[in-house]
């Protein structure tokens, strides 16, 4: 059995659990990798194929990472928080000894939460006249906004074929329900359950207070075209990472993914735990 370890380097708690972790499973006959460094700048990852858990151990971000390296394998990722948040985690070390939910997860005694994902096409137009597609797929979310050249943003938005305004502002957030919680929730989208598998769509600061957020259903498609009578260079990031075009950018289309990410918790309950922690203050002595 390989298990696959994504640390935040920048954090020694992190990699020094790491560390111990690695010594421990190896001690019981599973072989362990590791993610590249990003500090060293790699531009591939160790050989993930073949391995039967990812153990995420920092925040949100690395989690998002380590969604990032699984992309469509569909592998649980159990995730340990030392991060500021860790909404996406299923522990912490305050919370629960790290061993005994390792031991957990690769026991089967964790509950497998199936996580949606965007699948996101941006069109650009080139100088000589033809066309980039870009294809990129998230977890968390795809923000689009307004770039350091322009001071606003106007796109259209359409979802399946239905148009359903112009807008101005600072851009639009299109989230699954795990990204309802981070930039969605900060331009004012609701907290969705993650049982949910449609689109949460939200404008940012529009130029009207008559825009709303809005859920989509799972099979519904999200366009959104920038305005050709106020031209500007957005800047469009996929959970975080920021998207490199050629070109003027045109469109954007997003959809559900084909694949789901698959996070390891404590059940159902995991998430309204979290929720109630985070983001109303409750702390628990259980």
């Not at 199936?114 to 797929?137: F, I, K, M, P, Y």
């Not at 906004?145 to 322009?150: Q, V």
């Not at 996929?238 to 954007?252: A, F, K, L």
Request: glycine share 10%; charged share 20%; with cysteine.
């Amino acid at each position: 059995m390989k298990v696959f370890l994504v640390p935040n380097y920048y954090k020694n708690e992190a990699v020094e659990s790491g560390l111990s972790l690695e010594l421990w499973l190896s001690r019981h006959g599973y072989d362990v990798a590791w993610a590249a460094d990003q500090r060293n700048g790699l531009a591939s990852e160790p050989d993930i194929d073949g391995a039967d858990l990812v153990i995420s151990l920092g925040g949100d971000g690395t989690l998002l990472r380590a969604a990032r390296i699984v992309g469509r394998r569909e592998i649980p990722i159990l995730g340990i928080s030392y991060g500021h948040l860790g909404f996406l985690t299923a522990a912490s070390p305050e919370e629960r000894d790290v061993l005994g939910v390792v031991e957990d997860a690769l026991a089967g005694e964790l509950h497998v939460s199936r996580r949606a994902t965007l699948a996101c096409d941006v069109e650009a137009v080139c100088d000589d006249g033809s066309t980039q597609v870009v294809r990129t797929e998230g977890l968390n979310d795809l923000a689009l906004t307004r770039g350091p050249l322009s001071d606003m943003v106007e796109f259209d938005i359409t979802v399946s074929g239905h148009h359903i305004d112009r807008l101005r502002g600072d851009g639009v957030v299109v989230s699954t329900a795990t990204g309802s919680t981070g930039y969605a929730l900060s331009a004012g989208g609701p907290i969705v359950s993650p049982d949910y598998t449609g689109m949460v769509c939200v404008p940012i600061a529009p130029h009207t207070i008559q825009a709303r957020a809005f859920l989509t259903s799972p099979s519904d498609v999200v366009e959104i075209t920038l305005s050709r009578d106020r031209p500007s260079v957005p800047a469009i990031a996929i959970d975080g990472q920021y998207v490199s075009c050629n070109g003027c950018i045109e469109r954007v289309v997003v959809r559900r993914g084909e694949a789901d990410i698959l996070l390891l918790d404590y059940g159902p309950e995991s998430f309204y735990n979290s929720v109630s922690r985070v983001f109303y203050g409750v702390r628990r002595h259980d």
